[in-house]
């Protein structure tokens, strides 16, 4: 069964930082993209990021460019998103997706989907 | 503002059928697959239909989908109160070379 968990959500300050990580079980997780999709209080989904199989290449949102940060420990089953330099708009449940395949293209979607991390941003 | 556009509420009986609308663009919904996901309250998104009209296993098959040009649909039938979710549509944009998403639709059971 394809599990997934994210952890590292938390109240932040406008302009810190915040690290989200997802641990994943169920699966060859080496083999598979992975990207994070947020949600915003009372609004709709919002594709963050992904990054391919391998972690050699990774894709963004042009809201989270320059800021946020992806990355995957292929040995511990892990994803993470390192947000810096965050804005009250960036407040948003965080949830992180494993895609149908090792690629990022056209034919890539997400297949299952983890509980979600909250992240509020805040003074 | 979100790239694809779903109407924001729809509502049934029990047993009705139920239509959601996805209106896009030749560089999303026009040449790329529609994906249906359902987000019943408080929960994670569940994926619910892929590659516009293929339903994963375990899905019933009261829930289709559909494309048409620049738009897609996803229909209900048999509805149940367990339906009562928000339902939200996807598909690849060409332009921006990533994913997008539509607004949601929240269905109400009557």
């Known amino acids: 069964e394809v599990q997934l968990l994210e952890s590292g959500g938390g109240l932040v300050q406008p302009g810190g930082s915040l690290r989200l990580s997802c641990a994943a079980s169920?699966?060859?997780?080496?083999?598979?993209?992975m990207s994070w999709v947020r949600q915003a209080p009372g609004k709709g989904l919002e594709w963050v990021s992904d990054?391919?199989?391998?972690?050699?290449?990774?894709y963004y949102a042009d809201s989270v460019k320059g800021r946020f940060t992806i990355s995957r420990d292929n040995s511990k089953n892990t994803l993470y998103l390192q947000m810096n330099s965050l804005r009250a708009e960036d407040t948003a449940v965080y949830y992180c997706?494993?895609?149908?395949?090792?690629?990022?293209?056209?034919?890539?979607?997400?297949?299952?989907w983890g509980q979600g991390t909250l992240v509020t941003v805040s003074s | 503002q979100s790239v694809l556009t779903q109407p924001p509420s729809a509502s049934g009986t029990p047993g009705q059928r139920v239509t959601i609308s996805c209106s896009g663009s030749?560089?999303?919904?026009?040449?790329?697959?529609v994906y249906w996901y359902q987000q019943l309250p408080g929960t994670a998104p569940k994926l619910l239909i892929y590659?516009?009209?293929q339903r994963p296993s375990g899905v019933p098959d009261r829930f289709s989908g559909s494309k048409s040009g620049t738009s897609a649909s996803l229909a209900i039938s048999g509805l149940r109160s367990e339906d009562e979710a928000d339902y939200y549509c996807?598909?690849?944009?060409?332009?921006?070379?990533?994913?997008?998403f539509g607004g949601g639709t929240k269905l109400t059971v009557l």
């Open positions: 997706a494993k895609k149908n395949s090792y690629y990022y293209d056209s034919t890539a979607y997400p297949d299952y």
């Open positions: 169920g699966f060859t997780f080496s083999s598979y993209a």
């Open positions: 990054i391919s199989g391998s972690g050699g290449s990774t």
């Open positions: 030749s560089s999303n919904i026009g040449s790329n697959y």
């Open positions: 590659k516009n009209n």
């Open positions: 996807a598909s690849w944009d060409d332009s921006l070379s990533g994913p997008v």
